[in-house]
């Protein structure tokens, strides 16, 4: 059994900062890529960001220079700092880990993020 918890979402003006995580726990036995994914209301979910075990990491474009991903292994835990936010950041942020056994795909529950003055 895998579980993925995320946490750190609320309300923020805009111009303001969140720092959200994950962690994955259970029966795991390598954690290749984690990533953040975003779904607005209305919207298609789209990757905001990734990184790989090695550390290589991916932005959309909408989010390069605000946003930071970070990977700590020992911990099984990757982290969003979030800056500048804009309303257009608003969505549920949906932590994602693809890992062994299987090379699967596993996903958290979804934290708000909300963006408003």
């Known amino acids: 059994q895998v579980r993925i918890a995320e946490s750190g979402g609320g309300l923020v003006q805009p111009g303001g900062s969140l720092r959200l995580s994950c962690a994955a726990s259970?029966?795991?036995?390598?954690?290749?890529?984690m990533g953040w994914y975003r779904q607005a209301p209305g919207k298609q979910r789209e990757l905001v960001a990734a990184i790989t075990s090695g550390g290589s990491t991916n932005y959309a474009d909408s989010v390069k220079g605000r946003f930071t991903i970070s990977r700590d292994n020992a911990k099984n835990t990757v982290y969003l700092q979030m800056n500048s936010l804009k309303p257009e950041d608003t969505a549920v942020y949906y932590c994602?880990?693809?890992?062994?056994?299987?090379?699967?795909?596993?996903w958290g529950q979804g934290t708000q993020v909300t963006v408003s003055s």
């Open positions: 259970g029966s795991i036995f390598t954690i290749y890529t």
């Open positions: 994602n880990a693809n890992l062994d056994p299987g090379h699967v795909d596993y």
